[in-house]
């Protein structure tokens, strides 16, 4: 067996630590759009989500008077006043001891509003059942509900028009 002439130390060295460090940020700034892309998808589908309970909502509410459960004039449509009486309930009037209907359990906010001194009633926009599709505006009830944010979705869909 023949001697070494010089033995290697064990560990790394600086360049091999330099052009690991570069790799591992190369790798995180690949990563941080693919990051904002996914939170992008969340707050979408959570979008999605809410409009779909609060609608789910408004037409059980009309529903509901549509059966005569809800007392309601005559000559209203039969949409809810406000988003707010979805959670807050009605009474029933089939029911001799006028139990209350509830609709929602809580009001969802639009999570595409960044102002969090809203109440989750302000941070949607109102159509009425008079006002017409193409320029939705609030009136004595609530027909639909919308995004109030000037956004454009992943699929190139403005938010407002979910």
């Known amino acids: 067996m023949k001697p070494r002439a010089w033995a290697r130390p064990s560990g790394f060295t600086l360049i091999e630590l330099v052009i690991t460090v570069a790799i591992v940020g190369v790798l995180a700034f690949l990563a941080a759009p693919l990051m904002e892309v996914t939170a992008q998808r969340h707050k979408e589908a959570e979008l999605r989500l809410a409009l779909r309970q609060i609608r789910e909502a408004i ?7 549509q059966e005569k459960r809800v007392e309601s004039p005559a000559d209203a449509s039969g949409y809810p006043p406000d ?10 009037v089939t029911k001799p001891e006028r139990s209350r209907i509830y609709f929602l359990r809580r009001l969802p906010r639009d999570p595409m509003n960044p102002d969090a001194t809203l109440t989750p009633a302000e941070t949607w926009g109102k159509r009425s059942y008079a006002s017409p599709p193409d320029a939705p505006s609030a009136g004595e009830d609530v027909y639909d509900v919308y995004s109030l944010s000037d956004g454009v979705g992943l699929n190139g869909v403005p938010y407002r028009e979910l």
């Open 59 to 65: 037409d059980a509410y009309h529903q509901a008077v």
């Open 83 to 92: 988003l707010d009486i979805l959670v807050a309930g009605v009474p029933d």
